[in-house]
């Protein structure tokens, strides 16, 4: 589906990989619905590109704020053609450090946020018989270590909804894509300064992307309708091995993560 005179609309656009998706999207040809809570930083960007940007501010993790964007974006004559979710929250922490509410957050965004704003826009891809939703996911969808319980639970979950949307959607003419990442360089642990320590020596020979490296592989892949996109390159090894050979995997990822004072090396 090539992105010239189509109609996108990114969520978490106010920074990040939102943000650069929605540049990157807008520089092909396409008209961005920016949306994300805070409008300031929204109202900048669309200013900033101009013509064929527009912003709406949204929890995306609340079902009548969604049905309100909704409403809001068809008022405005826009037919969406694409739904990128990249909207993500959650620090890594332990199940006993996080409290209940916070887990709750956690797995509303992503997970929650993708699939409200998606039902709320693919009525109107199946009508067309076109359309694509990507959800952008982590790595520890595929493989997952200590101190990031609510975190990687929710990209699971994330994952899940990628596959069945894949399975309900087929033969529809609405694509979905899932693109799979590792360390980005965003302002992630600049906001979560304790996450970075947990996260295990290992994966840390897969290089570091940029949010322009991520936008421009995800505006590809819609452009090519690939179905799964995982990056850097070396990521696939992480996802393989998890497949393929799951307890070694658990393992690695445990061993050179952030484990527990006087856990054993056996369970």
């Not at 409290?99 to 699939?115: I, K, R, S």
């Not at 994952?159 to 529809?172: E, I, M, N, P, V």
């Not at 070396?234 to 091995?241: E, G, H, I, N």
Request: charged share 20%.
């Amino acid at each position: 589906m090539k992105l010239v005179g189509r109609t996108v609309l990114v969520t978490g656009a106010s920074s990040g990989i939102g943000e650069a998706v929605a540049r990157e999207a807008h520089a092909r040809g396409a008209t961005v619905l920016l949306v994300a809570r805070g409008e300031t930083k929204l109202k900048a960007l669309a200013a900033e590109l101009g013509m064929r940007a527009h912003h709406y501010a949204c929890d995306v993790g609340s079902a009548p704020a969604v049905a309100e964007l909704a409403s809001a974006v068809q008022a405005d004559g826009h037919a969406v053609d694409v739904v990128v979710n990249s909207a993500g929250s959650g620090r890594w922490v332990s199940i006993e450090d996080a409290a209940p509410e916070e887990l709750v957050a956690m797995a509303t965004v992503p997970y929650l946020a993708a699939l409200l704003t998606t039902r709320a826009f693919v009525n109107g891809m199946i009508d067309r018989r076109a359309g694509w939703i990507v959800n952008v996911n982590s790595g520890v969808s595929r493989a997952v270590w200590p101190g990031a319980v609510g975190y990687a639970s929710a990209r699971w979950a994330l994952r899940g909804l990628d596959l069945a949307l894949k399975s309900d959607l087929r033969g529809t003419g609405v694509g979905v894509t899932e693109i799979v990442l590792g360390t980005v360089s965003t302002s992630y642990f600049a906001n979560n300064p304790d996450s970075e320590d947990k996260l295990p020596k290992i994966a840390k020979i897969v290089p570091t992307v940029t949010p322009e490296q991520v936008a421009a592989a995800l505006c590809k892949a819609i452009e090519r309708k690939r179905g799964t996109v995982i990056m850097p390159w070396q990521m696939k090894f992480v996802s393989t091995s998890s497949q393929h050979f799951p307890r070694m995997n658990h393992f690695m990822l445990w061993f050179t993560g952030a484990r527990r004072k006087g856990s054993l090396l056996k369970r």
